[in-house]
């Protein structure tokens, strides 16, 4: 279902797919590490691999939060990723002018969850020919994203996917209702389980999101056994020491074990 993203790799070899990287691009060397090392253990595993990085965070709760290097910067080390691993790229747009924008240096465009209903900016990143992954809203339930699906596909773009990542439970915490995955699926897109994002504790009193790393894997084998297409994760050499999202990412470290166990998983199932 995926064979329309440019230059993605082992599509044949019956596992889940991959979108992972850093949250943000934070300087010009850490999402050079994280996409040689993840691509080395996708390579090894045959899982087709999407390399992510946000060019720019524009969604953060405080001013001084980090929020990017440039965005012409960020965005020209996604593609010199891209072009140097060979590897397909994803980040997020924020407005139809990034959705614009961003077309020139990467392959998908990805719609934030907390503007999945944004019609503006579906039609704008539909407009650039570009797959679009939409991220169900934590506000909105999997049954209401096929009209986001369809904004999409009625503005002549089929190359839609999208990712649950959690819904609002009470102020400071996410759930994962896993009914959502084959619901979404019934749209006819690849569904994908962002695990990291899912993992999130929001709206501390601090202005920072916290975050539960631990249950990762608990998700993400969840995410594969209710039939999930791909996983969405963010990984990072020293999460601690992270612009953005450090603590509910992956320790780079650890992404080959849990890569390994997923895709016994995925086969075993199959």
């Known amino acids: 279902m995926i064979n329309y993203i440019h230059k993605i790799k082992h599509v044949g070899s019956g596992n889940f797919f991959l ?3 850093p949250c943000v691009v934070e300087d ?3 999402p050079f590490r994280v996409a040689e090392k993840v691509a080395a253990i996708c390579d090894g595993l045959q899982i087709p691999y999407i390399f992510k990085a946000s060019f720019r965070k524009a969604n953060r709760s405080r001013l001084d939060s980090f929020q990017g290097i440039g965005d012409i910067k960020a965005l020209s080390i996604i593609r010199q990723i891209g ?11 924020h407005s139809e002018t990034d959705a614009v924008r961003a077309a020139e240096y990467v392959d998908i465009l990805q719609i934030p969850a907390f503007l999945c209903r944004q019609t503006d900016l579906l039609i704008a990143a539909a407009g650039t020919g570009k797959p ?3 991220k169900k809203g934590q506000f909105v339930s999997p049954e209401s994203m096929k009209f986001a699906v369809e904004k999409v596909r009625q503005s002549g773009n089929d190359k839609v996917m999208l990712t649950e990542r959690g819904s609002t439970f009470g102020f400071n915490d996410l759930v994962v209702d896993f009914r959502g995955i084959p619901v979404m699926k019934a749209f006819g897109v ?3 389980l962002d695990v990291t994002h899912s993992l999130q504790i929001p709206n501390r009193a601090a202005g920072t999101s916290g975050g539960q790393p631990q249950f990762i894997e608990t998700l993400a084998k969840a995410g594969i056994a209710a039939g999930a297409d ?7 050499p020293d999460p601690s020491a992270a612009k953005s ?3 509910n990412m992956l320790k780079l470290d650890l992404l080959d074990d849990l890569l390994e166990k997923l895709v016994r998983l995925s086969k075993a199932l199959k």
């Open 245 to 247: 999202d450090g603590e």
């Open 19 to 21: 979108i992972a990287g």
């Open 28 to 30: 010009d060397i850490t």
């Open 190 to 192: 690849p569904v994908i």
């Open 83 to 93: 072009e140097q691993f060979s590897i397909p790229t994803l980040t997020d747009v």
């Open 230 to 236: 791909g996983i969405f994760l963010e990984t990072h």
């Open 132 to 134: 679009v992954n939409i």
